[in-house]
């Protein structure tokens, strides 16, 4: 994963691995919100790796407050 911060906004590279856990991640959420049963997200959360997930939340939250 890369970031690069310019004085418009700023791009984050991820790997294959990274955008499929995002995506897990962004899935689980909006089921949560949706009120899907338990059941079904931890089903998502099975494919989830929360190592990853860590250090992609670290570097998005360190680029947007660039």
């Known amino acids: 994963m890369t970031t690069q911060v310019s004085a418009s906004g700023y791009t984050v590279e991820l790997s294959p691995a ?3 856990a995002l995506l ?3 899935e689980y959420t909006i089921g949560a ?7 079904t997200l931890r089903g998502l959360l099975a ?3 929360p190592g990853r997930l860590d250090g992609l939340a ?3 939250f360190v680029a947007a407050a660039a």
Not at 33 to 39: K, L, S
């Open 47 to 49: 494919d989830a790796d």
């Open 33 to 39: 919100a949706r009120g899907e049963h338990a059941t």
């Open 24 to 26: 897990v991640a962004c």
């Open 58 to 60: 670290d570097v998005l």
């Open 18 to 20: 990274e955008r499929e």
